[in-house]
Nanobody, 122 residues
Framework: QVQLVESGGELVQAGGSLRLSCVAS????????MGWFRQAPGKEREFVAA????????HYADSVKGRFTISRDNAKNTVYLQMNSLKAEDTAVYYC???????????????WGQGTQVTVSS
């Protein structure tokens, strides 16, 4: 079972940038597609971005296209989420997810991280 640990969340001003990291404890990291989700207070968890096991494909929610970039380093068992031009509505707990097999639907995952808080002040 893969375990995921996120980091990098903090308080940032609107217009600023943050980079989130997620480290996976598994010997088969390159077998997993990786994704980022977020959950704002009072709202359901929503998909943010995903990347294929080899980085060849990425997929983004419309709300973050052009502002967020997902990437991965399989040698470090790490997936990143670079967030630029942050808005107050990006405030949420951000979760890392791992899934065997590529999909743009992400209706199910094999593992979740514990989350990291991102707060954007306006």
């Amino acid at each position: 079972q893969v375990q995921l640990v996120e980091s990098g969340g903090e308080l940032v001003q609107a217009g600023g940038s943050l980079r989130l990291s997620c480290v996976a404890s598994t010997r088969t990291f390159s077998s997993y597609a990786m994704g980022w989700f977020r959950q704002a207070p009072g709202k359901e968890r929503e998909f943010v971005a995903a990347i294929r096991w080899n980085g060849a494909s990425t997929h983004y929610a419309d709300s973050v296209k052009g502002r967020f970039t997902i990437s991965r380093d399989n040698a470090k068992n790490t997936v990143y989420l670079q967030m630029n031009s942050l808005k107050a509505e990006d405030t949420a707990v951000y979760y890392c997810a791992a899934r065997l097999g590529w999909t743009t639907a992400w209706s199910s995952v094999n593992a979740w991280g514990q989350g990291t808080q991102v707060t954007v002040s306006s």
